[in-house]
């Protein structure tokens, strides 16, 4: 039902854009996040925007480097990633939870996950 892409290899420095596709489901009516893990690590919270208002929260460490936002319209989610470093290369994943009050950063409170979409950064 969540679909992830647009990751891919970037050198240090650089840019991307992740998309998420929500399909049989309205994301509007979920809080919305971004998660990734990368090799031999737990999967680790990034990004968080609430349904309304649409709070936005951070891992400290993509903190005005990454920007979370949604596009109701189309039903699509997306993680912009700039001045990226090797340390974030992962595996991320967008995921819904049907929790709107409560912002959580642990995926085990996350109802619906997409597939993953790698992101490597070379130095």
């Known amino acids: 039902q969540l679909q992830a892409s647009g990751g891919g290899l970037v050198q240090a420095g650089g840019s991307l854009r992740l998309s998420c596709e929500a399909s049989?489901?309205?994301?509007?009516?979920?809080?919305l996040a971004w998660f990734r893990q990368a090799p031999g690590r737990e999967r680790e919270f990034v990004a968080a925007?609430?349904?309304?208002?649409?709070?936005?929260y951070y891992l400290d460490s993509v903190k005005g480097r990454f920007t979370i936002s949604r596009d109701n319209s189309k039903n699509m989610a997306y993680l912009q990633m700039n001045s990226l470093k090797p340390e974030d290369t992962a595996v991320y994943h967008c995921?819904?939870?049907?929790?709107?009050?409560?912002?959580?950063?642990?995926?085990?409170?996350?109802?619906?996950w997409g597939q993953g979409t790698e992101v490597t950064v070379s130095s």
């Open positions: 049989g489901m309205s994301s509007n009516m979920y809080t």
């Open positions: 925007m609430r349904t309304f208002p649409t709070n936005t």
């Open positions: 995921s819904l939870r049907r929790n709107t009050v409560v912002i959580s950063r642990s995926p085990r409170d996350y109802d619906y």
